[in-house]
């Protein structure tokens, strides 16, 4: 059984390490982000960690999932939820295919930076809850980290725009291996 984890957020711009803990494996990393003074990170749900790859010292997730929180200093609460897969075709990752695929719907796309990587983005609003009554807004990122060998998919989701589209800002800053 996996615990996830989150280092709580410090002054200024605070690193955090998105890591899922083991006592036969380990830990594990999916990613690490930054965020700014004020904000706090922590799990949410359990993670799911199925293979990993050690590069440049740390254990790196490949196949998993880990979500959670991120609360501003506002108040504003977003959901980050990272899934790591090593993908069957080796072929490379093209991310304007990618959102070619995923554009339907959605109010914004394109392709930007994330760790020297190429990374498709989708803006939409989606139906979430029990009864799909909610309205909230979804940022969807993809890459391939050729580094790792594994495609990584990070959806953030909040009631506020802004508070989204800042956090996909944030993002470009991610160390995936």
């Given at each position: 059984?996996?615990?996830?984890?989150?280092?709580?957020?410090?002054?200024?711009?605070?690193?955090?390490d998105l890591d899922a803990k083991n006592i036969i494996l380990?830990?594990?990393?999916?990613?690490?982000?930054?965020?700014?003074?004020?904000?706090?990170?922590?799990?949410?749900?359990?993670?799911?960690?199925?293979?990993?790859?050690?590069?440049?010292?740390?254990?790196?997730?490949?196949?998993?999932?880990?979500?959670?929180?991120?609360?501003?200093?506002?108040?504003?609460?977003?959901?980050?939820?990272?899934?790591?897969?090593?993908?069957?075709?080796?072929?490379?990752?093209?991310?304007?295919?990618?959102?070619?695929?995923?554009?339907?719907?959605?109010?914004?796309?394109?392709?930007?930076?994330?760790?020297?990587?190429?990374?498709?983005?989708?803006?939409?609003?989606?139906?979430?809850?029990?009864?799909?009554?909610?309205?909230?807004?979804?940022?969807?990122?993809?890459?391939?980290?050729?580094?790792?060998?594994?495609?990584?998919?990070?959806?953030?989701?909040?009631?506020?725009?802004?508070?989204?589209?800042?956090?996909k800002d944030l993002l470009q800053e991610l160390s995936c291996?």
């Open positions: 059984m996996f615990l996830a984890s989150a280092i709580f957020c410090m002054p200024v711009r605070a690193h955090v380990g830990t594990v990393r999916f990613v690490s982000i930054s965020v700014p003074e004020g904000w706090r990170v922590f799990p949410l749900r359990m993670v799911e960690v199925e293979t990993s790859k050690e590069s440049g010292g740390i254990t790196w997730a490949t196949n998993g999932h880990i979500t959670v929180g991120v609360i501003s200093d506002d108040g504003g609460e977003v959901l980050l939820k990272v899934s790591a897969s090593e993908p069957v075709i080796r072929r490379g990752f093209d991310p304007w295919r990618w959102v070619e695929k995923m554009t339907r719907k959605s109010e914004d796309h394109g392709v930007m930076r994330v760790n020297g990587h190429d990374c498709g983005y989708v803006l939409r609003r989606v139906r979430e809850g029990l009864f799909k009554r909610g309205l909230l807004w979804e940022v969807i990122l993809c890459f391939f980290c050729d580094v790792t060998g594994r495609k990584l998919e990070i959806k953030i989701l909040g009631r506020n725009k802004d508070e989204v589209l800042f956090l291996h």
